[in-house]
T-cell receptor
Framework: DTGVSQNPRHKITKRGQNVTFRCDPISEHNRLYWYRQTLGQGPEFLTYFQNEAQLEKSRLLSDRFSAERPKGSFSTLEIQRTEQGDSAMYLC???????????FGNGTRLTVT | EDQVTQSPEALRLQEGESSSLNCSYTVSGLRGLFWYRQDPGKGPEFLFTLYSAGEEKEKERLKATLTKKESFLHITAPKPEDSATYLCAVQDETSYDKVIFGPGTSLSVIP
């Protein structure tokens, strides 16, 4: 059990550019969650996968955000045409089953200049 | 709509001074309530899961309790290394088991 791995740890980009983050969950965890966290706030739910199926996506999530989980393994989160308001920590978590706790990675910190 | 609130927003304690953090929640169908600890620059670290009213869990100086509308995290004789943000989250069984977090309580324990 090597834990949830997120890459990169930090990303600085210019407004209008596209960025992609990767999350590798704990092996055999079939559920994968993406959250966004800004300073002083709790994690905000973005989207959730069970295996390769995306079960729910936050209503707050702009169409500029898209997530995939091909073959039910790693996941990617892409943000198109980034805006300064997208600057945040993006957290990934995985869990073994429906009633298991989430295990988090250490996040990708995005700064949009 | 599911909602989680936490109080206080921030708490400063002297080392050894016990206190409690509150988590109030509204959820359509509670699958479970989680407590996490988060240190600066890191992801949340799992502490406890509570599933039904009346349930209690303990770990070192921490004890979590659950009622039908709220949960408490009791900290007994805290140490400086307990300083962190404590997050509460609820899992909604009526919404694909989505997990919603509260804003957290920032705890500082002064030596």
């Amino acid at each position: 059990d090597t834990g949830v791995s997120q890459n990169p740890r930090h990303k600085i980009t210019k407004r209008g550019q596209n960025v992609t983050f990767r999350c590798d969950p704990i092996s055999e965890h079939n559920r994968l969650y993406w959250y966004r966290q800004t300073l002083g706030q709790g994690p905000e739910f973005l989207t959730y996968f069970q295996n390769e199926a995306q079960l729910e996506k936050s209503r707050l999530l702009s169409d500029r955000f898209s997530a995939e989980r091909p073959k039910g393994s790693f996941s990617t989160l892409e943000i198109q045409r980034t805006e300064q308001g997208d600057s945040a920590m993006y957290l990934c978590a995985s869990s073994f089953s429906y009633n298991s706790p989430l295990h988090f990675g250490n996040g990708t910190r995005l700064t949009v200049t | 709509e599911d909602q989680v609130t936490q109080s206080p927003e921030a708490l400063r304690l002297q080392e050894g001074e016990s206190s409690s953090l509150n988590c109030s929640y509204t959820v359509s169908g509670l699958r479970g309530l989680f407590w996490y600890r988060q240190d600066p620059g890191k992801g949340p670290e799992f502490l406890f899961t509570l599933y039904s009213a009346g349930e209690e869990k303990e770990k070192e100086r921490l004890k979590a309790t659950l009622t039908k509308k709220e949960s408490f995290l009791h900290i007994t004789a805290p140490k400086p290394e307990d300083s962190a943000t404590y997050l509460c989250a609820v899992q909604d069984e009526t919404s694909y088991d989505k997990v919603i977090f509260g804003p957290g309580t920032s705890l500082s324990v002064i030596p």
